[in-house]
Structures are given as structure tokens and as C-alpha cells.
């Protein structure tokens, strides 16, 4: 990763919104990984993002509409 490495964590609230977010199968988390080129880490209720500060930035933004 860059030298400008960012990370930042979500909460998920329920399931529903862990299915919105993720995907099934994590669908949604690989094509953000592979487009944006982040990596999104999921532990229990939270997830992480990390990458460079303008990827990670758009893959927050995108998170926003689920």
C-alpha cells in the first residue's frame, strides 16, 4: 500500500444491513477490494477499511448508500 495509508471502521447494526453491505458471499466487499483497490476486513460487527486515503475515502462513500 501507499505511503498515505488509511483506515477506518464501520459498525454494522443488524444483519439485514451486513447482507446490504457486504454482499452475499462478500460479493460487494470483493468488487470494492478489486476496483478501488482497498482492503475491507470483517470481524463480528465491525468492518475495516485500508488503503490509500482517496481509495479508502470513495469506498466509505460508496458504503453510505446501503
Request: hydrophobic share 40%; net charge negative; charged share 30%.
Amino acid at each position: 500500500m501507499a505511503d498515505d495509508v488509511k483506515v477506518i471502521k464501520l459498525e454494522i447494526e443488524s444483519p439485514n444491513e451486513a447482507i446490504a453491505l457486504l454482499g452475499n458471499g462478500d460479493s460487494n466487499v470483493k468488487v470494492l477490494e478489486e476496483e478501488l483497490g482497498i482492503s475491507v476486513i470483517t470481524r463480528g460487527e465491525a468492518v475495516s477499511v485500508a488503503g490509500d486515503i482517496e481509495r479508502v475515502t470513495m469506498g466509505r462513500k460508496s458504503s453510505r448508500h446501503y
